[in-house]
């Protein structure tokens, strides 16, 4: 345990990137060619189960390194501290994904525009604590799509989780509309940009229960790094557990 | 209302899937196989134009890819024009070719060496 949540810390202060990239949601972004990409965010979920309510604290990393300029590989791991209403906390590797993604479709259509859309497949692997990971491997195959339209950027992700066992496989269907507030234009010696970003997150299962969400955030660009900061909110929710908010704060890095 | 919400991300990536066949990449490649061994050894500053630099940090993967390539000294984006200015070192052995593979492997599209004080 003293290691997982070592290499969580080492991962969050290294830093985090991939840009132009919504907070939650999956985009059709790549790293370069050998180029490797960190993110690491800090979630805060509050529950409303009763009174007194469940709540978690949660690091999740993103590795991804560009294999070629359209084919990464991603790593994701989530550690986290659950704090159950009646029955104490939990601490410990809630999910390790391993995925890969590939570029399908690309159309650079102005010095700054762009249209891509990628396929991923991978799976969450049955390791770390058995209460908050899964106990089976879960495949998991998806495809986002990103416009960049000058100061709009819009992604939409479908993903499917197949998850053997007691519990029912997951649909997710995402979309989101990113805004540059500033620059207004981009000159020859911009060096950051700022973003707002709004998200539309929604998570159905086979068992019909279903989670709607917005999220809302803003994004701040450098020339190699970025920060994130955002508050996820309830639209329609009807599962074991239901959400009251989620805040989030994270930082990009591209080595 | 619920059918409406998530009728919004379903149709951005059904637009999105249905292109997903289209061809990738508009440049023509005769014209660029026939630069792809073209020395580079007189110049001492090349100017690229690209498509899709997209965002500073996005652009920043081809500065890193681009200072990879053996006798490159500086990278800088202008992403006002979608320009990539290449510093290139003493007595290089750059070709044209390996800095089109540098553009396309960090992930744009190549589009035309830029002519001095363009």
């Not at chain 1, 900061?229 to 074991?240: C, M, T």
């Not at chain 2, 500086?74 to 510093?87: C, N, P, R, W, Y």
């Amino acid at each position: 345990m003293k290691t997982t949540l070592l290499l969580g810390l080492v991962l969050t202060l290294s830093g985090a990137a991939l840009a132009q990239e919504p907070i939650y949601m999956e985009g059709a972004t790549h790293p370069g060619r050998g180029q490797l990409y960190l993110r690491t965010q800090a979630l805060f979920t509050d529950y409303r189960d009763s009174s007194e309510g469940d709540d978690r604290l949660a690091m999740r990393t993103k590795l991804v390194y560009g294999i070629r300029g359209n084919l990464a590989a991603l790593v994701d791991a989530d550690l986290e501290r659950f704090r159950f209403q009646d029955d104490g906390t939990t601490t410990g590797l809630s999910r390790l994904a391993l995925r890969l993604k590939y570029r399908v479709m690309q159309r650079d259509l102005g010095p700054l525009d762009t249209w891509r859309t990628s396929l991923f497949a991978g799976a969450d692997l049955p390791v770390g604590n058995s209460r908050l990971a899964p106990d089976h491997l879960q495949p998991r195959l998806g495809v986002a799509t990103t416009a960049i339209l000058g100061r709009h950027g819009l992604n939409g992700e479908i993903a499917w989780t197949r998850r053997p066992g007691v519990k029912p496989d997951e649909f997710e269907f995402h979309a989101s509309h990113l805004y540059r507030i500033a620059p207004a234009r981009f000159a020859a010696d911009t060096s950051g940009a700022w973003y707002t970003v709004a998200e539309s997150l929604n998570t159905v299962t086979s068992h019909g229960d279903y989670q709607l969400d917005l999220a809302l955030g803003i994004l701040y660009e450098a020339r190699h790094w970025a920060a994130e900061a955002g508050v996820r909110l309830p639209l329609a929710q009807d599962g074991p557990r239901e959400m009251r908010y989620e805040t989030i704060i994270g930082i990009r890095y591209l080595f | 209302m619920k059918g409406m919400y998530l009728s919004l991300p379903v149709a951005i990536l059904a637009v999105g899937i249905l292109t997903a066949c289209a061809t990738t990449s508009e440049h023509q490649a005769s014209a660029i196989e026939a630069e792809q061994n073209d020395p580079l050894t007189n110049h001492r500053e090349v100017v690229l134009a690209a498509r899709g630099l997209s965002c500073p940090l996005c652009a920043s993967n081809v500065d890193r890819v681009m200072t990879m390539v053996d006798g490159v000294s500086s990278v800088q984006t202008d992403l006002e024009k979608g320009h990539i200015i290449i510093g290139l070192e003493e007595n290089h052995a750059v070709t044209r070719g390996q800095l089109i593979n540098a553009v396309e492997d960090a992930g744009f599209t190549f589009v035309e060496f830029v002519p001095s004080g363009a």
